[in-house]
Each structure stands twice: as C-alpha cells, then as structure tokens.
C-alpha cells in the first residue's frame, strides 16, 4: 500500500445526494483516514442511507478511494469519494494516491449458487413487499430479490399521498369552493359517452348525487366520494388517444376492484404496521378529488420501514444486490428466475408456486420511453426524472422473453410539479394542487392548474419547459414532506426562492414585478369569489397573502409509465393470445390496464398495495405441480 502523509485535521467538504449538496468532514490523521460524517438532515428519509453508510465504511476499511459505487446510487456514491478526494487534496496529499490503491471490498460474501421457494417476489417496492407479505401470511417459504442495496424502490420516493373512498372517514372534513361544480360536471355527462362496462357504475353514482346535492341544498357541508366516483374519476383520468388517434381506456375489472378494494388495503396496511395521519384529507397533482391518506411518517419511507420489518420478523428472506436476469420455463409453467449478485456470483432460484413480478415502471430508462412513446412524440432527451434509477423496465423485458403481452406501453407520465434539474418533487413548497399558482418566466398564469398531469406539463412545455409555482407562508405550512432543513438547504441552492414582498420575489427570479403582482392580485379575487374565470380553476384553499412569498422553479420529469405487463383481476400475467402465463404474476407499476393513458395522482400507491397483496394471495394458491 502507498504511504501517505497527511496534515491531521477535520477539512470540510460537500457530497452530492439525491435533493442536492449535503455539509461533509473528513477527519484525518497522519496516516489515516479515521472518520467521514455526513450531515444528510436534508435528504428523504429512506432513499440513500446505504450509500451514506456504506461508502464512508470502505472508504475506511480499505484505506482507498478505489471504490465500487452503488448500483442505482452512482451520482451520489461518487459525489462522497469526490468529497474525500477533495479533503485529502487540502490536506496535502494528492487524491490519486489513495485512488491507486486496491479496490475494496473485493468478493467480501460467498453467495449461494441455488435455492428453492415457495414463491420469488422480485422487487421489494410496495409491491413487492406487499406481494411477499401476503404470500407470507399464506404459510408460504418467500424470497425477495433486490438488485440494490437497500429496500423500498421507487415507493421511498413518493409523497405517500394513497386514494381509497372512504366516506365515513371524509364527511367530517368540509367541501372546497368549486369542488361541486365538478361533480356536477360528471352528473351532466351522457351516457353515450361512458363506456358500456361502466354504466352500472355511472348511474350508480348519480343517485348517490342526488342525495348529496339535496343535503347540500338543506345546508349540510361536507366532502362527497364514494367508491363508485373513484372508478368514473379513475376511468375519466386515463382516457387517453395516442398520435395514431387510437383510444385506450382502464380495463373495468381492474380499475372497479381497485376502488372497491382501496378501503380494505388500507385497514390491511394498518395490520401490518403502517400508522396513517387520519387528521387532515388530501390530494397530490393530478388527483382529481380530495381522497388521499398519508402515512405517519410522511413520505414512502411510512409505508416501507413498518412493511420491511414485518416481513423481517415473521420469517420472510431477502436478497439484496441481486439482479433477475431470465424468467425460467418448463412445459409452460413459469418454475423459477435466474439471477445474479452485485459481484458477479449466479444463483437459479427454483419456485413450486410462482414468482411475483413487481420492478416497477421504466420512467428512468429515456431510450424505452422513447422507443415506446407515441402520445407525447418529441420528448427531450435531457428530461429529469422523478424516479429512483432502479426503475428501467426490467420485469417488463423478462416477460416479454416468456410471450407475455403488454398495454399501453406508449404513454408515459410526466410530473409537472418537478425540480429542473435534478427531477425531485420534494424541494421548494410541495403543497396540494389547489394551493398551486403557476406563473411562468413573464409572471403570468397560463393554465388551470388543476388539471391532469399531462394537461399541466404539456402547458409548461408551450411556456418554455420552465415555470415557478408561488406560495405564501399559509401554503407552506401544508407542504408535503419537507422539514425546514430541507426548505433551508432548498434556498441556499436555489431550488426555492424567498421574500417578503412579492415585488421582491419577482426581482430575484427576474420576473417584471408588476406583472406578478397584478397575477398574484387577480388570484386571490378568485380564491374570495371561488371562480377563476381565466383558468376556470376549480378547486382553491388559501390566498397568496401572508408573508414570506416562495418562488420554486418546475419543469416536467418522466414520473410513472402507464404501461407494462397484462394482468387479469387475480393479477396473473396474460400472453398474448390472452391465456394465463401460469406460475406468473405482476403487481404495480410493472402491470398495464388500471391507470390506462393517464394515471390520477395519489392511485399508484394504492394500486401497488392492492394488487401486491392479491398477487402475493394468489401466487401461494398457484399449483405448479
């Protein structure tokens, strides 16, 4: 090994994670580098701890920056050897020293090269966990595979806004200005416009209508839903026609048993750990309706650590660093997955019952998108992504490999509401929907921001790709999971912009301050009067009034594929001549046909819960004998 020397100290440096720069020291001695600590107060709980962990502790160990970085976690792995080479350049020594020493770890574990279970669930998201979860619960030997180091996949990114229509729980809440002229909206349609399968549904709905229109004509005030508006709302969100000018709709199984299910996963998620805040209901962008719970604590990381730990504790097994590479099969039945470990290391899982697919999407692989893509038809290719890396279609082409047949597969949701540069939706003033106020680079509105997601972006893509959402005080007291660290940290890099008046506001994001005054003027004569007569804007909380003023930059970002693998209701994976493929599964954002061409804010989670512990069930009822 190449001795060193250093000039003992505590030199501080910066390491890049996922929501921007984070505050580092590296403490060294003479010889050694004896402590690396990083401040990562800023960051999402739950979505990089292991690099923060593990990549100090080679760094240590190993006496080298000769580092592996972390699957899935590059950018940040390396933002942390950057931060260590740079205190080790201050303290007098160059960096590629210690950069040419040997690698470390170097095939620390010995992995087993076969196993068998009852059933593999591949991916350990909200799914995956829910899937093995409910396998579990069945009595069944269960395995999950990770192909990074920690748990959660995309789910430790969301918000943790989940829909479920539950009535008893929203009536005590009171309604919004304007949210009645949206069911009225839905009330009025024609028949001829809803689907056949539907119509049960829809007539269902309007005689729950009437009875709410009558109690609000006697002076009751309360928030409507029921799951029958859950399905029209989901059916009506992902109506979509792509650049051929054909037409894709949720399939009615799917997305009926998904509103009618929605209650009862939740009270199921409660058996299971997850503690929910019943004391506010809300809604993400694009949501459409005030439905959404949130878990206590907010975030992904609400759903993820209780489901881990009880999946840990009654018996459940985890690979982690374990990559599926190939679907096995034998006489049509699916019998297993072969597999890989982060150091090369294969191993051939053999399953008597089934395996559950459940990667999630492909928001974070731009050339499927645009392989794939025929709604938006010119996406650039710089486009940020809300998603963790993990998330590049994985499950999808091993089901493809096996004849499995896909839909929808050409539309891809994009997020509004995301940081330009890095695709985080947790920086600035993360706050509902009806508190947004867009402007974009010349201060004025330019859309109904409560509309679809797609309606939103393709608005911000005709002003330029870069807008601001403006907020208050008020709107910032309801952001979602954010501490004031993280705002704090935001601001200092420019992720949001603060003031006490708004004409000071529009000068730092150079914006004509008499234009955004006059905007910001008009608004809140619309929030007193409930009518937005420019936007037609149906749904608003606060006024922007009440000091500090907030400016956060938003651009669009890949956010959630709508298509993936074709699943029926008891969530087993179809071909494509429509036969099941028996001994395969597929739950959440890896299956096609609930959300269709658009998918409504705040249906993803209760969509991978719902047909994860469906998937799960169902697997351990599989016969592969």
């Known amino acids: 090994m190449t001795k060193v020397k250093f000039i003992p100290g505590i030199y501080k440096t910066r390491a890049t994670g996922h ?13 050694r580098i004896e402590a690396i600590r990083i401040d990562t107060s800023g960051e999402s709980k739950g979505i990089t701890n292991p690099v923060f962990e593990r990549i100090p502790k080679f760094i240590i160990e190993g006496q080298t920056l000769n580092v592996d970085t972390i699957s899935g976690a590059t950018v940040t792995s390396k933002g942390i050897l950057e931060g260590v080479a740079q205190a080790i350049q201050k303290a007098g020594v160059n960096p590629k020293l210690l ?32 899937a093995a979860i409910s396998a579990l619960d069945e009595h069944a030997k269960v395995l999950i595979i990770e192909k990074f180091p920690s748990l959660g996949g995309n789910t430790t990114r969301t918000g943790g806004q989940m829909n479920a229509a539950n009535p008893s729980w929203q009536k005590q809440f009171k309604s919004f200005p304007g949210e009645k002229k949206n069911l009225e909206r839905i009330y009025n349609m024609k028949e001829k416009d809803i689907p056949y399968d539907y119509l049960p549904t829809f007539k269902a709905l309007k005689k729950e209508l009437n009875i709410y229109f009558e109690d609000i004509e006697n002076g009751k005030d309360y928030l409507f839903d029921s799951e029958n508006l859950f399905c029209i709302q989901t059916l009506l969100g992902g109506i979509r026609t792509n650049l051929d000018g054909k037409k894709t709709q949720g399939n009615y199984e799917l997305v009926s048993n998904l509103a009618h299910e929605a209650v009862h996963t939740i009270q199921w998620l409660k058996e299971k750990g997850v503690s929910f805040s019943e004391d506010h209901v809300t809604e993400p962008v694009g949501g459409s309706w005030r439905r959404a719970i949130e878990p206590n604590p907010v975030g992904g990381y609400g759903f993820i650590h209780p489901l881990q730990n009880y999946f ?46 459940a990667t999630g999407g492909f928001s974070a692989n731009y050339e499927m998108i645009k392989k794939y893509d025929n709604y938006w038809g010119n996406l650039p290719e710089n486009i940020p992504t809300t998603n963790s890396p993990a998330m590049t279609g994985d499950g999808i082409k091993m089901g493809l490999a096996v004849n499995a047949d896909v839909v929808d597969m050409e539309f891809a949701q994009l997020m509004p509401s995301a940081d330009p540069i890095t695709g985080n939706i947790f920086s600035g003033i993360d706050c509902p929907p009806s508190d947004f106020v867009f402007v974009n680079t010349e201060g004025r509105r330019f859309v109904n921001e409560y509309g679809t997601r797609d309606e939103l972006c393709q608005a911000i893509f005709d002003q330029g790709g870069l807008i601001y959402n403006i907020s208050d005080k008020q709107i910032a007291s309801t952001r979602f999971n954010s501490t004031d660290e993280q705002l704090e940290n935001d601001i200092k890099n420019k992720a949001c912009f603060r003031a006490n008046t708004i004409r000071d506001l529009a000068e730092q994001i150079n914006i004509d301050p008499d234009i955004l005054e006059e905007t910001i003027k ?29 400016a956060t930059p938003r651009s669009p970002a890949t956010h959630h594929t709508m298509g993936g693998l074709k699943i029926n209701v008891n969530a087993q994976v179809l071909n494509k001549d429509g036969n099941i493929i028996n001994g395969l599964f597929a739950a959440g954002e890896v299956a096609g046909g609930i959300h269709a061409g658009n998918r409504l804010g ?24």
């Open 19 to 31: 929501n921007g720069s984070l505050p580092m020291e590296v403490e060294l001695s003479e010889k």
């Open 99 to 130: 950069q040419q020493r040997d690698k470390y770890p170097v095939n620390q574990k010995e992995y087993p090269s076969e196993k068998q279970v009852d059933v593999l669930v591949i991916g350990s998201g909200g799914a995956g966990l829910s």
């Open 312 to 357: 840990i504790s009654h018996g459940g097994e985890i690979f982690t660093e374990c990559r599926a590479k190939e679907l096995l099969m034998k006489n049509g039945k699916i019998t297993g997955v072969k597999a890989e470990f982060y150091n090369g290391s294969p191993i051939t899982i053999n399953v008597k019952k089934g395996v559950v697919m």
């Open 522 to 550: 008009n608004y809140n004569h619309y929030v007193e009067e409930g009518n937005d007569p420019e936007f037609n804007k149906s749904s608003f909380n606060y006024k922007v009034e009440v000091p500090p003023f907030y």
């Open 602 to 625: 705040g249906n993803a989670l209760i969509d991978i819960f719902t047909y994860g512990k469906i998937a799960g069930k169902n697997a351990v009822k599989n016969n592969q004998e």
